[in-house]
């Protein structure tokens, strides 16, 4: 098993910027594909970024294109998003997620273990 922190969220004005960490503890992290997802009030969580193992590849939703990034230190046991140009349509509770074989990377139901996620609010 996995335990998954997530850190990083708060309040931020348009236009500004947050870095999500999740920290991983209990089985070796590099055994896991990682992914973001968030989840805002009223509607359906959804896929933001993942990134496998080895960090080679990546995935993510078109609305985040050129302003999300996603990173991982397997030496720290942690992955990173990295938000900038933040929009209001951006708020949502942020939450991370470890998969041992994932099958869609944008798929929730591919994962196995999930943090507690962390608020992200952004301001008009």
């Known amino acids: 098993q996995v335990q998954l922190v997530e850190s990083g969220g708060g309040l931020v004005q348009a236009g500004g910027s947050l870095r999500l960490s999740c920290a991983a503890s209990g089985r070796t992290f590099s055994s896991y594909d990682m992914g973001w997802f968030r989840q805002a009030p009223g509607k359906e969580r959804e896929f933001v970024f993942s990134?496998?193992?080895?960090?080679?590849?990546?995935s993510y939703r078109n609305s985040v294109k050129g302003r999300f990034t996603i990173s991982r230190d397997n030496a720290k046991n942690t992955v990173y998003l990295q938000m900038n140009s933040l929009k209001p349509e951006d708020t949502a509770v942020y939450y991370c997620?470890?998969?041992?074989?994932?099958?869609?990377?944008?798929?929730?139901?591919?994962?196995?273990?999930w943090g507690q996620g962390t608020q992200v609010t952004v301001s008009s």
């Open positions: 997620a470890a998969a041992e074989v994932c099958a869609a990377a944008e798929v929730a139901g591919s994962y196995d273990y």
């Open positions: 990134i496998s193992r080895s960090g080679r590849s990546i």
